[in-house]
Structures are given as structure tokens and as C-alpha cells.
């Protein structure tokens, strides 16, 4: 199904730019714009998540990061970006959901300031 372009290897410091995919499309659409990143010369894609409700919108991402695995394959670098938007039950819930899509990191999954109150309560 996904077709690995020819890629020089990285220097072992640096790392990779990566494409962005927007969170409003459909898994099928992210992972054929995924699909098309990779053939022009990316190795690397970043997919906005968060934008939906609660726990169905951390589902939806995952299953969006998910056709996006299908399609590229397993030697692409995978990462989201949920700008701070999830509470700490979402964050894991999608972390739950997208534990087998290998991604390379979890952006901002939850904000500050749930971090700072966090350490109060501790």
C-alpha cells in the first residue's frame, strides 16, 4: 500500500522538519495528504489534533493517525500536536487509543496550567 521514497540518512544530531496536516479531515484525506507529503520528500508529519470533544475527539484522532500509519508506513516519523487543548482524561485517552501508531511525540497534550495545579496538589 505505501511506497518508501529514497531518503538520505539524517545527521545522528539533527531533526527532522515536519509536514503539517490540519485535524479537520477525514482519516481517509489525512492519510492520502500524508501519503503525498511523504512522496514529495518528507519523512517526518505532524498531525493538529484536539479540535473535537472530549474523549470522541481524542477517538477520532487516533483513528486519523492511524490511516495516516497505514498509508505511510512504518519508516516515517509520526508526531501530533494538541496545543494544549485536551484535559489530563483526554490526553490519555487518546494516549490509550494511539498507543500502536508508534508516534514520535505528543505535542503540548495538556495545558500549564493543569500542570501547575497539579504540583499543588501533590
Known amino acids: 500500500m505505501h511506497t518508501q521514497p529514497e531518503t538520505t540518512k539524517p545527521h545522528p544530531w539533527s531533526v527532522e522538519i515536519n ?6 479531515l ?9 501519503l503525498a507529503l511523504v512522496r514529495a520528500g518528507h519523512g517526518c508529519v505532524k498531525l493538529k489534533v484536539a479540535r ?5 475527539g ?6 486519523r493517525l492511524r490511516a495516516i500509519r497505514d498509508a505511510v508506513g512504518p519508516h516515517v516519523s509520526l508526531r501530533a500536536d494538541a496545543n494544549r487543548r485536551w484535559s489530563l482524561n483526554d490526553a490519555l485517552s487518546f494516549g490509550l487509543q494511539a498507543a500502536d501508531v508508534r508516534l514520535e511525540y ?10 501547575s495545579l497539579r504540583g499543588r496538589l501533590e
Open 19 to 24: 509536514a503539517l496536516i490540519e485535524a479537520n
Open 52 to 56: 473535537g470533544e472530549g474523549s470522541a
Open 58 to 63: 481524542a477517538f477520532e484522532d487516533a483513528a
Open 106 to 115: 505528543i505535542e503540548e497534550p495538556v495545558s500549564t496550567l493543569f500542570l
Open 26 to 34: 477525514t482519516p481517509e484525506a489525512a492519510a492520502a495528504q500524508a
